[in-house]
């Protein structure tokens, strides 16, 4: 079992940023992809950002490419999501996931987080 934590949202306004990371424990030895998910209120759950074990291989979704950043520091068991020049369509609850495989795909994900609410104010 892995645990994952997210914390780092909050409210910003347009054109800010915020940095989310994901802490997880449990069985971390073995090797896991991390993504990251949103879901806005009244919608389904997308897809946003994942990063593969060793990070060698990332995925963006086209609505934050170039805004956004995922990065991972496995000694310290954790992933970030820098989120730079922040809209207000970017407004959800934010929750990142583990799995083997590095994808979009949300079914492939075995654990999840609780997810951190960020807020952009236009």
């Known amino acids: 079992q892995v645990q994952l934590v997210e914390s780092g949202g909050g409210l910003v306004q347009a054109g800010g940023s915020l940095r989310l990371s994901c802490a997880a424990s449990g069985r971390t030895g073995s090797p896991y992809a991390t993504g990251w998910f949103r879901q806005a209120p009244g919608k389904e759950r997308e897809f946003v950002a994942a990063?593969?074990?060793?990070?060698?291989?990332?995925y963006y979704a086209d609505s934050v490419k170039g805004r956004f950043t995922i990065s991972r520091d496995n000694a310290k068991n954790t992933v970030l999501l820098q989120m730079n020049s922040l809209k207000p369509e970017d407004t959800a609850v934010y929750y990142c996931a583990a799995g083997a495989t590095t994808t979009y795909n949300s079914g492939a994900y075995n654990y999840w987080g609780q997810g951190t609410q960020v807020t952009v104010s236009s």
């Open positions: 990063i593969s074990w060793n990070g060698g291989r990332t």
